[in-house]
């Protein structure tokens, strides 16, 4: 039977927020302020001094972050505030714990213009994986940048680049499974042993009918496929708004995001995901969507219903043991989904995280997610010298962690 659709009314969405599943005081870790960063720069340190800040700073807030196998950070600045960021996709130096957060361009600057080959070049990343197995960073392009209302021809795609060198492995054109104008390519994860990508398109320039989807990638053919077309579980939930701190994000205009954050189970049968401008989770076994033949009544029959979140919601995680994390917009924290005891608990939550976006896993096991108050750069609210990207760190591990 196809999953059952909730529409949640805004009165019901604020009783929601209220009834919070909090683990106990005494048994929940704390969140940890890893870093701490005053706007971003990609120069280089001069003589051993430290160097400023680039002076677009406030139109790239550090948005993805990911791990390598060695804890190498990479991340991204995607550029839907300002064209003019030198680079959407870099790496982190993460010895540096304050000041700008020193940026490398990766692959390269060139290979992040936008003036240059829109089928080759990054010009607007949000989501990207990186896939320690093989070795690559998979980064899906969104194609368009800050005002345009179209991507233009070729640049929707998935460029997956190797970590060491950087050369281009495989680019796997979007076009013909994305609208130029309509689509919001936002986040991808990858199943590294069959090398095969589900990418989430929120389709948020076409709001309020946003034309929402899923994408299947195959590496090896190079063939991509939509699915669940504008289906009712990946779209925005009407009535529903998207709170933080307290208040309603853009009131007047209210931010309209379909399905956003997606995650593997550790074996790759699972495809977990959220609606931000939502109130659950979702979960499909993968068999079904890489078959080639299946239909949407098909997927859609074996869609669940995981339950609440709790809040509004952006990114997701899995860890080794299969719990699934996300990151609580609403509620300033981390949300543990527990498949073995199909519980939704908010673990740990800090009123000084401002719009919590992608959590990724760090190679000793702690969860990492990135704060930049991203819906108040969106909005245009935040003065230049005022940004603030953080790094904020929640131990899974048995080691305690500092405090900050």
Known sequence: MTERIYRVSALAMAALLSFTHLASAADAPAL????????????????GVAPAAFS?????????????????????????VSPGVPATLSI???????????????PSLQGNATDADPEQNLRNVLG?????????LWALDMGFVAGETESPAGSQKLLVLDLKSGRTVKRI????????????????VVDES???????????????NNAVGLIVVDFASGNARRVLDRHPSLQIEPGVKVVSHGAEVWPGNPLLIGINGIALSPDARTLYWTVTTGTRARAVPTVILRQAGSTDVQIADKIQDLGAVGGNSDGLVTDAKGNLYITDVTRNGIVKYDPKANSMSLVASNEGVHWPDTPAIQPGGDLVFTSSSLNDHFAGSVKPGQE??????LPLSSRPAKAK
């Open 56 to 80: 677009g700073s406030v139109g790239a807030p550090i948005a993805g972050v990911h791990f390598d196998a060695k804890g190498t950070a990479f991340v991204s600045t995607p550029r839907l």
């Open 388 to 393: 603030r990207y953080e790094l904020w760190r």
């Open 92 to 106: 982190l130096d993460t010895k540096a714990e304050a000041g700008p957060a020193r940026l490398t361009a990766f």
């Open 128 to 136: 990207f994986y990186v896939d320690r197995k093989n070795g690559w």
């Open 32 to 47: 940890e302020r890893w870093r701490s960063y005053t706007g971003v720069s990609w120069d280089a340190p001069k003589e």
């Open 194 to 208: 069959r090398r095969i990508a589900y990418i989430s398109d929120s389709g948020s320039r076409s709001a309020p």
């Open 173 to 188: 054109a979007l076009d013909g499974v994305a609208d130029r104008k309509a689509s919001f390519l936002n986040d991808v």
